[in-house]
């Protein structure tokens, strides 16, 4: 996977530079019905994550991202290099832009 990141989402694709941005320091991989999950090298970390109503695209970046900031994974240069995922773009019922309004708790540190 880290020779050839491009083999797990294809170019461009959230998997994909998520191993690349990180130079391989992170494995996320996308599974079925909006299930990603996220192995972090040599921290003894994993990371899953399930969207209830299995739709992962509009959500599973931004939500990993912010996990790995909360559990203070990424440096500032993945961060910047990831920034473009970080987004979800995505507005409710009111026309209101909706972003991850959440923290990891305290106690996962």
Do not use: Q, W
């Not at 461009?12 to 941005?21: A, D, N």
């Not at 909360?70 to 019922?93: C, H, Q, W, Y």
């Amino acid at each position: 996977m880290n020779n050839a990141p491009e083999m797990v989402a294809g170019t461009g694709g959230f998997c994909t530079e998520l191993i690349k941005k990180t130079n391989g320091k992170l494995i996320g991989k996308l599974g079925s019905d909006g299930v990603y999950c996220v192995a972090i090298k040599g921290l003894d970390i994993c990371i899953a994550i399930k969207i209830e109503d299995g739709n992962y695209s509009r959500a599973i970046a931004p939500i990993v991202i912010r996990c790995l900031e909360d559990l203070g994974v990424l440096n500032p240069s993945e961060t910047k290099n990831l920034r473009s995922f970080k987004s979800m773009n995505i507005t409710n019922a009111s026309n209101s832009e909706v972003n991850a309004a959440f923290h990891l708790d305290e106690a996962v540190h």
